[in-house]
């Protein structure tokens, strides 16, 4: 069993509800079978918009989750997922595409989000702990100011847009990693090439989930490499600037006129991937 690491670097927390709701019940995890499934953000996507357009939302995918699977797919870590579900109010996923991509896990039936070895052994070996190198490079840098976190394949922080520099983009490069600036106020440094869509890509593959099946949701730049992965996808209304400019123009890609949950139930009847009451 893992045990993650509490982090103090907790950007936002909806309100929840029904406590003594129990952990996870039976969690359909065959998502080949699945109708659809839905690959989702949590910040201003999932968790965006009003308190009726989520409850009706997380009420859909309770009810249809013998053919709807549910795949959180975040920059939060594993802990932050596990209190937000145990609220009861919140549906469980199946798997977990955490950390913007860093850690690939799966959602046991006790409510235990284990790391997939076989998934991220290949992050793990592209990061080769480049955690302490990072935090030294960046010290004190302009505009930045490290979490507080215990990400194990990424260094985050705080943004500030008018003082940053942006040479912080090529000491990470130097470093042999990625950056990626989101909602302009966070910067990520990442394994070479590892974010959220190519892992939500390897996780489909790894469930031989078809990908057409898939509708990938998002709301910041960080969801740009999921929302252009090649699933139908959706930047829900709200959507970040950055992000809407950077999308493509392309039949798989819509871009929703409601605010979070109530976009993705807009996307889900654009793609006719699952009939919406």
Known sequence: MCIWTRTTGVRYKPRMSQPD??????????????????????????????DADRDALYDWLRQHSETVGLIFVTGRDPDFIGELCASGRIPWPSYVVGDVGTTIAEVTAAGEIRPIQALEEAIANLWQDRGPSVREKLHNHPGLTLQPTGFRYRVSYDMDPAHFDESAVQIVAELGADSLISDNRFFDVLPRNVSKGPSLIRLLNHLKVDPAKTLAAGDTLNDLSMLVAGTPAVAVGGAETALLDALPQ????????????????????????????
Do not use: C, K, W
Not at 31 to 40: D, E, I, K, P, Y
């Open 21 to 50: 709701m129990p952990p996870v019940a039976a969690l359909q995890t065959n998502h080949s079978g699945h109708r659809m499934v839905l690959a989702t953000d949590l910040d201003g996507t999932f968790l965006g918009g009003s």
């Open 250 to 277: 392309a039949e798989h890609i819509y871009r929703a006129t409601n605010i979070g949950a109530a976009g993705i139930i807009e996307a889900i009847r654009h793609f006719a991937l699952h009939p919406v009451t």
